[in-house]
């Protein structure tokens, strides 16, 4: 059996754009990326702090120490410039290495400034 598990997360970042005439997804600076592991194109859902809005779309690389986290196509209607959202990842784990496994988590600060990593 596998288990659904939460791969990453970067915990309160800023919206710093919204455009629903893009064809869809999630900028996010590659600095971002590679500090949680996510992927671009991977599946990842995003929280809305500010709204409560959930919604599913796919990660894709904005320029390296941009801290540009825009969202693309029809989910900008779900965020504003300035909200704060929580983006996270799953992965599949075999259920008996899930009781050991630890994902990673960003916290992100003023300006999406990584405040720390586990």
Known sequence: MFLTMLKAK??????TGADMHYEGSIGIDRDLLDASGI???EQVDVLNI???????TYAIEAP??????AVNGAA?????KGDMVIIVAYCQIPA?????YHPTVV?????NEIV???
């Open 76 to 80: 900008a209607r779900l965020v504003q």
């Open 10 to 15: 970067l915990h309160r970042a800023t919206v």
């Open 39 to 41: 992927l671009p194109h």
């Open 116 to 118: 720390s990593t586990s």
């Open 64 to 69: 390296r120490g941009s801290s540009e986290i």
């Open 107 to 111: 916290l992100l600060g003023e300006g």
């Open 50 to 56: 500010n709204t409560g809005a959930r919604f599913t």
């Open 96 to 100: 008996e290495e899930a009781r050991n």
